[in-house]
T-cell receptor, first 114, second 115 residues
Framework: SAVISQKPSRDICQRGTSLTIQCQVD?????MFWYRQQPGQSLTLIAT?????????ESGFVIDKFPISRPNLTFSTLTVSNMSPEDSSIYLC???????????FGPGTRLTVT | AQKVTQAQTEISVVEKEDVTLDCVYE???????LFWYKQPPSGELVFLIR??????QNEISGRYSWNFQKSTSSFNFTITASQVVDSAVYFC????????????FGTGTRLKVLA
């Protein structure tokens, strides 16, 4: 399984500001995913990030609010823009194993917006 | 549309009891994968198992076992002789096997194992 790290692990931000979350993988992967987990809730997919192409966003999520970059096969960033308290969540990245089709998750970024 | 239902929101058991977590899914795909993940209080998701839709054999791994029944669209998870360290939120997930490989997660079951 891949080893995935995320930065920052947590942050407290003021409304109206933006935060960029980094996701680093220790091996090359084709498919990466970004999820949001609101307090006490399940995981909701924000977008799929493939290297060399635009991210594919799920219904309810837009690029202006959650721009994603995927510059290479081991790294991706998710930006949460113009934050409001409703954006307070855990944000997780995951990678898809090409051999087993299992997703492995990073430790998450716990975001609080005040 | 794909859907995963975990009807049990929270379960409390006393240590050493057996407990079964239910997962019911809906999909029109003939080929798909099912998964279970554990999310302890630390927040990280830990992969537990993957099951291919063509493989209905039950699986046992230590104190964990899984029962997959296509006839009832269920993929239940049993912990035998539960321990306090099993306390976590458990998620069941479904994914297609071509194209996007996106996961559809259930709402999760919070398991509390009391000493």
């Amino acid at each position: 399984s891949a080893v995935i790290s995320q930065k920052p692990s947590r942050d407290i931000c003021q409304r109206g500001t933006s935060l960029t979350i980094q996701c680093q993988v220790d091996s090359q992967v084709t498919m990466m995913f970004w999820y949001r987990q609101q307090p006490g809730q399940s995981l909701t997919l924000i977008a799929t990030a493939n290297q060399g192409s635009e991210a594919t966003y799920e219904s309810g999520f837009v690029i202006d609010k959650f721009p994603i970059s995927r510059p290479n096969l081991t790294f991706s960033t998710l930006t949460v823009s113009n934050m409001s308290p409703e954006d307070s969540s855990i944000y997780l990245c995951s990678v898809l194993s090409a051999s087993s089709y299992e997703q492995y998750f990073g430790p998450g970024t716990r975001l609080t917006v005040t | 549309a794909q859907k995963v239902t975990q009807a049990q929101t929270e379960i409390s058991v006393v240590e050493k009891e057996d407990v079964t977590l239910d997962c019911v899914y809906e999909t029109r795909d003939t080929t798909y994968y099912l998964f279970w993940y554990k999310q302890p209080p630390s927040g990280e998701l830990v992969f537990l198992i993957r099951r291919n839709s063509f493989d209905e054999q039950n699986e046992i791994s230590g104190r964990y076992s899984w029962n997959f029944q296509k006839s009832t669209s269920s993929f239940n998870f049993t912990i035998t002789a539960s321990q306090v360290v099993d306390s976590a939120v458990y998620f069941c997930a479904l994914s297609e096997t071509s194209g996007t490989y996106k996961y559809i997660f259930g709402t999760g079951t919070r398991l509390k194992v009391l000493a």
